[in-house]
């Protein structure tokens, strides 16, 4: 688990390193999450000139909730049975959701050596980042 804290403050994770997709200059398919059980959200696309990055904000869904999960694809298109499973990722340390709760800033990043998520709690809080389900 990778943690950080303070104003500004993010940590960032590998998701797949040396991916193979990441090779040439440009990214090769597309990168984004799983947003229901056959398909995948994209938020980086292919083409687009590494590095490129693009931040998405998650806030928690219920009241007391500690923890936020993503699942990271990467795929020719956005549906589940074509893409290959990154892995499951948890980003905690935030304070449980009260009222509007924590907005969480999450970077999804794509550079010659992999592609990698950061995380930081938009007011500031502590956070945390762990890998919770491989491959």
């Known amino acids: 688990m990778l943690a950080c804290s303070g104003e500004d403050a993010s940590v960032e994770i590998d998701v797949e390193r040396d991916s193979p997709v990441t090779r040439w200059g440009t990214l090769s398919e597309t990168v984004g999450i799983g947003t229901s059980p056959d398909t995948f959200t994209p938020l980086l696309e292919p083409g687009c000139p590494l590095p490129c990055e693009t931040t998405a904000t998650f806030g928690t869904a219920e009241e007391g909730q500690e923890e936020i999960l993503i699942y990271v ?17 948890a980003i905690s340390g935030f304070s449980p959701a009260t009222g509007e709760g ?15 998520l950061a995380a930081r709690d938009t007011a500031g809080g502590a956070i945390a980042i762990e890998r919770v389900d491989e491959r």
């Open 73 to 89: 694809f990467r795929g020719p298109s956005d549906a589940i049975a074509t893409a290959t499973s990154l892995g499951g990722f």
């Open 102 to 116: 924590p907005e969480i800033a999450v970077t999804f990043r794509a550079r010659a050596d992999g592609i990698f």
